[in-house]
T-cell receptor, first 110, second 113 residues
Framework: DVKVTQSSRYLVKRTGEKVFLECVQDMDHENMFWYRQDPGLGLRLIYF???????EKGDIPEGYSVSREKKERFSLILESASTNQTSMYLC?????????FGQGTRLTVV | AQSVAQPEDQVNVAEGNPLTVKCTYSVSGNPYLFWYVQYPNRGLQFLLK??????LVKGSYGFEAEFNKSQTSFHLKKPSALVSDSALYFCAVMTPNAGKSTFGDGTTLTVKP
C-alpha cells in the first residue's frame, strides 16, 4: 500500500524556535509537496520539489524553507516560528497528478 | 494559470438521498481533475480522477463524477448518501505542464440520519 508518513501528528513550539517537519514516501515518486490548511482557506501550496535537491516556491513560501537531500524525504523548515504559522501541515507526493497525502501535522506555535 | 471553484461551503442532505458537490475549473489546455475526501484530523484521501476518455468517472465508496467540458465542471455525485459520507471534500485541477494541482477551498458535506 502507498504510504506517505509525516513525523509528527501534533507539535507545540515556542515563538522563535526553528521547527522541522519531516515527510517520507515509499513510492519512489519524484514530486513532493508541502501544503498548509486553514479553515476557509483550503489547501495552500508552500513549496514543492520535482527531484532531489530541486525546490520551487509555491503560493505562500514566506517564512518557510525546504530540503530534499534524498528522493524519499522532503522536509519543511520554519526558520523562526511565529504564531501565524499555527496550522495543519500536509505533505504529499504525486504520480501522474494524483496526490498521496500524509496524515498531517497540527502545529501550534505559542 | 489554473484555478478551481467549489461554490458551496456546505452541503446538507438526508441519508438515502442523492448528493451532489459542485466543482468548476479554469485551465489552459486539457485538465486532469481529481476529487479528494478528508475526515477530521486526517490527510486527504483520493476518491477519483478524470484524465481522458469516458466523461463519467466512477471512484471509491460509490462516488462518481461527470466531466463536462462545455460547462468546465466536474461535479461529484452519489445516488444514495450515507451518514459516513459526512466529511470535507476537495476538488483539484492540474494540467500536465504545470506539474502541480490547484485545490478548491473545500465543501463540507453533512449527511443527516
Amino acid at each position: 500500500d502507498v504510504k506517505v508518513t509525516q513525523s509528527s501528528r501534533y507539535l507545540v513550539k515556542r515563538t522563535g524556535e526553528k521547527v522541522f517537519l519531516e515527510c517520507v514516501q515509499d513510492m519512489d515518486h519524484e514530486n513532493m509537496f508541502w501544503y498548509r490548511q486553514d479553515p476557509g482557506l483550503g489547501l495552500r501550496l508552500i513549496y514543492f520539489s520535482y527531484d532531489v535537491k530541486m525546490k520551487e516556491k509555491g503560493d505562500i513560501p514566506e517564512g518557510y524553507s525546504v530540503s530534499r537531500e534524498k528522493k524519499e524525504r522532503f522536509s519543511l523548515i520554519l526558520e523562526s516560528a511565529s504564531t501565524n504559522q499555527t496550522s495543519m501541515y500536509l505533505c504529499a507526493s504525486s504520480f501522474t497528478g494524483q496526490a498521496f497525502f500524509g496524515q498531517g501535522t497540527r502545529l501550534t506555535v505559542v | 494559470a489554473q484555478s478551481v471553484a467549489q461554490p458551496e461551503d456546505q452541503v446538507n442532505v438526508a441519508e438515502g438521498n442523492p448528493l451532489t458537490v459542485k466543482c468548476t475549473y479554469s485551465v489552459s489546455g486539457n485538465p486532469y481533475l481529481f476529487w479528494y475526501v478528508q475526515y477530521p484530523n486526517r490527510g486527504l484521501q483520493f476518491l477519483l480522477k478524470y484524465i481522458t476518455g469516458d466523461n463519467l468517472v466512477k471512484g471509491s465508496y460509490g462516488f462518481e463524477a461527470e466531466f463536462n467540458k462545455s460547462q468546465t465542471s466536474f461535479h461529484l455525485k452519489k445516488p444514495s448518501a450515507l451518514v459516513s459520507d459526512s466529511a470535507l471534500y476537495f476538488c483539484a485541477v492540474m494540467t500536465p505542464n504545470a506539474g502541480k494541482s490547484t485545490f478548491g477551498d473545500g465543501t463540507t458535506l453533512t449527511v443527516k440520519p
